[in-house]
């Protein structure tokens, strides 16, 4: 009877805080509705306009599988600059030039930072690397280290030999696959010729193709490295809504800690690795890990901390790899859909170049047609579809607009290439537009108009540029002149598909696959 009755009791109690707790909720989505419907006049600045928000979600569910074009839309319904709500985050977003140049140039105190996410914090040792650092003395330091020790011109140039040895293996495996009639995925060739520069560069290690450094490394790197662009890459709702980091019910954060686990002990090994490989004195060249290495640490200390190195290198692979592989599978299908951009790039590469011999990297200042290609490519297809998220460090306005502290920025640089106010015939894809009439060089990186920004600018520009430039141009300039180009088997060249999926970078939704026919001399290709 008595445990009857304390059923019965706990039945009607969890009842009444079911209720409870249910009126409560609807309670507070309908006051927060009528706050954020509301909140659009912050004293007597207006926020910039944007589309009605839900309550507690905010403008999150208006977000799809492609958020860059859901939010160019936006721009085009509501104005250059949009104001949304995200959750319980203030965000704005922008494809407009004069706006981003604001945002970059005559702000850029402003909006140098960046939002602390759950990402940043698991996969970038808590915010501790460059890339995703907040503005502050610690990104300052590492960002000194970056561009005064590692990414300087010198050191560049002192790994030419590898990028050309890595240039002539891309293609010599396009050719073997020629010689027997296969099909080439350029995906996986173009991965492999980014990946093996940056490990090479990096690490001192060249991990794909035959004679591969340490296949079993090699292929743990490359998984890492998969599971750590995929995490970067989404838009994590714990970062909006604080419920959903408790529940985490696709187990988001579970898997961020364990590829947190991986990939620094990953790290450790290749550290302890390069500081036996110092002690035995091999004396080979020096990587960026002996670089990091051999650097004094801060306030006086002999050495930096691992945990300092170990967020430098990640933050190297990730923004390095990736970047340039994915625009050059870009701009291979571009070509490829449109013969007639392939034909006169091979006759500007003949011209310069010649049958003789193959393309070096002092060739490439002098392949306007093809910078024309990469630029275009870049206003088509950036690398990423957004820059790495901005944020506000204090309240400011923008073309009379108020914009709060911590505002989330999200600058749309696949939104700004198709922006039918400054570009004509958006998704034609037209090098040619890119040629300038004095027949000067064309600069990859933008203009003082804004007009494409594929490395960004200001504070936060991309300091891999000159290297990410160096890639792209290298890869595409001998797959170019070594061979002539046409579309997997049964497909018209317009029926290349170009549909893209989202992510930090932004890649093909296939791999490009296509057919290959030598142009050049036999030995030239080995
Ligand atoms: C085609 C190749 C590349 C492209 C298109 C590219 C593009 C970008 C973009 C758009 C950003 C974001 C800037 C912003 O948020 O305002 C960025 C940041 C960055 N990139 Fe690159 N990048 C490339 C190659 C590289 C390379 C080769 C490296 C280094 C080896 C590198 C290192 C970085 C770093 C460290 C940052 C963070 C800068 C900071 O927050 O201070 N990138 N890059």
Not at 321 to 344: C, F, G, Q, Y
Request: glycine share 6%; aromatic share 10%.
């Amino acid at each position: 009877m008595d445990s009857a009755l304390h059923v019965f009791m706990i039945n009607h109690l969890l009842t009444f805080l079911c209720i409870l707790s249910s009126s409560y909720l609807i309670f507070k989505c309908i006051s927060w509705w009528f706050f954020f419907s509301n909140n659009s006049i912050v004293g007597a600045i207006k926020l910039p306009p944007g589309p009605p928000k839900w309550p507690i979600f905010g403008n999150l569910l208006q977000l799809g599988q492609l958020p860059h074009r859901d939010l160019a839309a936006l721009c085009e319904k509501y104005g250059p600059l949009v104001y949304l709500r995200l959750g319980r985050v203030d965000a704005i977003t922008t494809n407009d030039p004069d706006i981003i140049r604001e945002i970059l140039w005559q702000q850029d105190d402003v909006f140098a930072s960046r939002p602390r996410t759950l990402a940043a914090e698991h996969l970038a040792y808590n915010c501790g690397d460059v890339a995703l650092a907040p503005l502050g003395p610690k990104w300052k330091r590492l960002r000194r280290i970056c561009m005064e020790h590692l990414l300087t011109t010198k050191r560049l140039e002192s790994f030419a030999g590898h990028r050309s040895d890595e240039a002539q293996h891309l293609v010599r495996n396009v050719w073997a696959s020629a010689q027997c009639g296969k099909e080439v995925n350029l995906r996986e060739l173009l991965g492999a010729f980014s990946m093996n520069n940056v490990t090479r560069m990096l690490l001192g290690k060249q991990y794909f193709g035959v004679g591969s450094d340490a296949p079993q490394e090699a292929v743990e790197f490359m998984h890492i490295t998969h599971e750590l662009f995929w995490l970067l890459g989404l838009i994590y709702l714990g970062d909006y809504l604080p419920i959903w980091r408790w529940v985490d019910p696709f187990g988001c954060e579970k898997k961020m800690r364990q590829v947190e686990k991986k990939v620094d002990e990953f790290h450790t090994k290749i550290i302890e690795q390069h500081r036996v490989s110092k002690e035995n004195q091999d004396g080979g060249e020096m990587d960026f890990v002996d670089v990091l290495l051999s650097l004094p640490g801060e306030d006086g200390k002999e050495h930096m901390d691992d945990i300092e190195i170990k967020a430098l290198i990640q933050d190297m692979i990730a923004a390095a790899t990736d970047t340039s592989a994915v625009t050059n599978e870009w701009a291979m299908a571009e070509v490829i859909k449109h013969p007639h951009v392939l034909k006169r790039a091979q006759q500007e590469l003949d011209s310069i170049v010649g049958p003789n011999r193959m393309v070096q990297e002092t060739d490439l200042a002098h392949l306007n047609y093809l910078r024309c290609i990469v630029r275009e490519t870049f206003r088509m297809h950036p690398a990423g579809p957004f820059l790495i998220p901005h944020e506000s460090t204090r309240a400011t306005t923008i073309n009379g607009y108020y914009i709060p502290e911590r505002t989330r920025v999200f600058i749309n640089t696949h939104g700004l290439g198709r922006n039918t106010a400054i570009w004509d015939d958006v998704d034609r894809f037209e090098p040619e537009r890119h040629w300038a009439a004095d027949g000067s060089r064309v600069e990859i990186s933008h203009g003082a108009d804004f007009k494409i920004l594929p490395f960004s600018a200001g504070k936060r520009k991309c300091p891999g540029a000159p290297l990410g430039v160096t890639l792209v141009l290298t890869a595409l300039a001998r797959l170019l002149h070594a061979f002539d180009w046409a579309p997997a088997a049964g497909l018209r060249p317009e029926d290349v598909d170009t549909s893209e999926v989202y992510g930090m970078t932004m890649p093909k939704a296939r791999p490009l696959i296509a057919i290959a026919r030598p142009r050049l001399a036999a030995h030239l290709y080995h």
